[in-house]
């Protein structure tokens, strides 16, 4: 086994705070990393306070983990010690149904594990995320980091990189669309990124008046305040696709009255409470609701390469682990940008 220090969520009511644990032994096929950064994702929050169903705890958050390799075992091929590597949502899958052979490891039929709260198989315990020093995965589920990457705004890659990067591929967005992108946070702000590094024409939608200047420089061609309902009326029947990102209950007939003859909406923000969607909104001009997962490992690989090839990166703060409960609140209020990322080195603070 081995020695792992953390923060982690003892309860939905409880604040993250100091956590020692221990992690499997590595197996043959294991990459021991030690954590330089992670990201926050809002699934961690949502997740940490059972917003979702039940948790199991203590709850180690973060799949958006960049490290440094320390060790890997006898059966590693693609790492070796020193390497610049990462991890993201999912640590496991089954390997052989047809999901995890098509590399939509996400859908697996058995269910992937997820990088924590997930099934430990080799413990018969929990996952634990990356709120911490080091983590134990198997090569299959490990990604190489480019070089020309910075390591810290790149962590957020591994979440908010691949699951707007999926669906944007997945309905072959490019040069001659409209596409709408709802919720500048750490999602929208790489969807925004991403569908005009693919050649489409961007409008954002945020609640926030104070992002709309920060949304055109991060690539969209136009930002819309979306609860001023005139402009919104501007753009009824007009966009081929609109990828939503928004983490709580909002109005989805109003972007999907946006969509224009066969357009799709697809959700990838993950309310807890179910949206409400009159079937007026979709009957109209046959338009089409649709949601996505994260992305496989293959292509998280080569939406990494895509991002060092384009020079593209999350925009991040950068915070010290003993900040996470503050960023918590703020990532609740939409107060962030647009991604906060943990420098691990602060966890030696809580260390001895
Ligand atoms: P985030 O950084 O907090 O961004 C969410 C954005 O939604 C906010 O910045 C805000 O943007 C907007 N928003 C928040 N509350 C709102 C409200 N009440 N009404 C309208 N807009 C609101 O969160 P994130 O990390 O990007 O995650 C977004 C969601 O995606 C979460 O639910 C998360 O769990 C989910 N998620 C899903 C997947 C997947 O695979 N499908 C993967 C990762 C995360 P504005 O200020 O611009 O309005
Ligand atoms: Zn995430
Ligand atoms: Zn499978």
Redesign the pocket.
């Known amino acids: 086994m081995i020695k792992s220090l953390g923060y982690a969520a003892a309860t939905a009511q409880s604040v993250l705070a100091p956590f020692n644990f221990q992690r499997r032994a590595p197996q043959p096929q294991d990459v021991v990393l030690e954590i330089l950064y992670c990201g ?7 997740v940490a306070r059972s917003e ?1 169903g039940a948790s199991r705890y203590p709850c180690v958050p973060g799949h958006e983990v960049v490290g440094r390799v320390l060790q890997v075992g006898g059966a590693v091929s693609r790492f070796k010690a020193g390497d610049l590597a990462a991890v993201g ?1 999912m640590v496991d899958s089954c390997r052989v149904c047809a999901n995890c052979r098509e590399g939509e490891e ?1 859908f697996c039929e058995k269910g992937p594990v997820m990088t924590y709260g997930g099934p430990e198989r080799h413990t018969g315990g929990i996952t634990y995320g990356g709120y911490s020093n080091n983590i134990i995965v198997d090569e299959a589920y490990v990604l190489s980091v480019p070089v020309s990457l910075d390591p810290a705004a790149a962590a957020p890659l591994l ?2 990189g ?2 707007t990067y999926s669906p944007l591929r997945q309905w072959k967005v490019g040069p001659g669309q409209r596409v709408g992108i ?8 790489m969807a925004v990124k991403f569908a005009r590094a693919f050649g489409a024409h961007v409008v ?5 008046p104070g ?1 709309v200047e920060d ?1 055109k420089r991060l690539g969209a061609h136009e930002v819309v305040v ?1 609860g001023n309902r005139d402009e919104m009326k501007r753009y009824r029947n007009s966009f081929d696709f609109i990828l939503d ?6 109005d989805i007939n109003a972007y999907l009255g946006l969509l224009r003859r066969d357009g799709t909406l697809c ?5 807890p409470e179910p949206l409400a969607v009159s079937a007026f909104s979709l009957t109209g001009l046959r338009r089409r609701l649709a ?5 496989g490992i293959a292509e998280t690989q080569e939406m990494l390469e895509f991002c060092a090839q384009h020079g593209i990166a999350c925009d991040i703060e950068l915070i010290a682990i003993q900040d996470i409960n503050a960023a918590f609140e703020r ?6 940008k ?2 906060f990322v943990i420098d691990m080195a602060s966890l030696a603070r809580d260390a001895g």
Do not use: E, N
Request: charged residues 10%.
């Open positions: 926050v994702c809002h699934s961690d929050v949502h979702w949502c996400q979440c908010a691949i699951t709802v919720g500048l946070g750490g999602l929208g702000h954002l939608f945020t609640t926030s992002k949304g979306s990102t928004v983490s709580a209950p909002h959700q990838v923000g993950l309310p949601g996505s997962f994260i992305g990532l609740v209020k939409g107060d962030v647009y991604r």
